[in-house]
């Protein structure tokens, strides 16, 4: 139903800036992203994964295809009615690769973990600080540059969020809430 609504507001959009503002605040039309998260936490749960390595390439090909499709041929119908389904289902099946993987060493295996670590903290400051208030001060660089300035910031401002924030609440959390309530079930 979500995707239905969310095509029919796409009808009334020329280009991609726009759909994106109204379609992608709009948590009805958003509902087919949550559940491929529901999806993937069940199957998880249940231990249902097979063959996670296909999957992930299948993913990944889905992924490339999708960017790529909006580099050759611009704001398509492609773009305008497969773009918050295909996409969220490509990382649907990259994820049960991605999370298999618990060792390793390296700049690229210590880049993930630290990514992985501070990542809701970037998700809270992606949007609004930056999509707002740095958008207009860097629109007229080279995409390239836009993207390594807003990447940069948003690292470290999610860094600061999680090191500041995030992680003193998870200590005070596992503090005064986790081990008491552990503790008390030992004593039963």
């Excluded at 400051?125 to 707002?132: A, I, Q």
Aim: hydrophobic share 50%.
């Amino acid at each position: 139903m979500e995707t239905i609504v969310r095509n029919y507001i796409a009808t009334y959009y020329e280009d991609h800036g726009q759909l994106m503002i109204h379609a992608n605040r709009i948590i009805f039309t958003r509902f087919d992203s949550l559940l491929f998260g529901f999806l993937g936490a069940y199957i998880t749960y249940y231990k249902l994964w097979r063959k996670e390595k296909i999957l992930f390439w299948l993913g990944l090909i889905l992924f490339i295809l999708m960017q790529l499709n909006k580099i050759v041929f611009g704001f398509n119908d492609l773009w305008k009615y497969g773009w918050f389904s295909l996409v969220p289902l490509s990382v649907f099946l990259m994820l049960p690769f991605l999370s298999s993987i618990k060792k390793g060493s390296g700049v690229t295996f210590k880049f993930i973990t630290f990514t992985s670590m501070i990542s809701y903290s970037i998700y809270l400051v992606h949007y609004t600080p930056f999509k707002r208030l740095l958008y207009p001060l860097v629109n007229d660089l080279p995409i390239i540059i836009q993207f390594l300035i807003y990447g940069i910031c948003a690292y470290l401002f999610g860094f600061l969020l999680y090191t500041f924030i995030e992680k003193p609440f998870m200590r005070w959390r596992d503090k005064w809430l986790i081990r008491p309530i552990i503790t008390s079930v030992g004593k039963t």
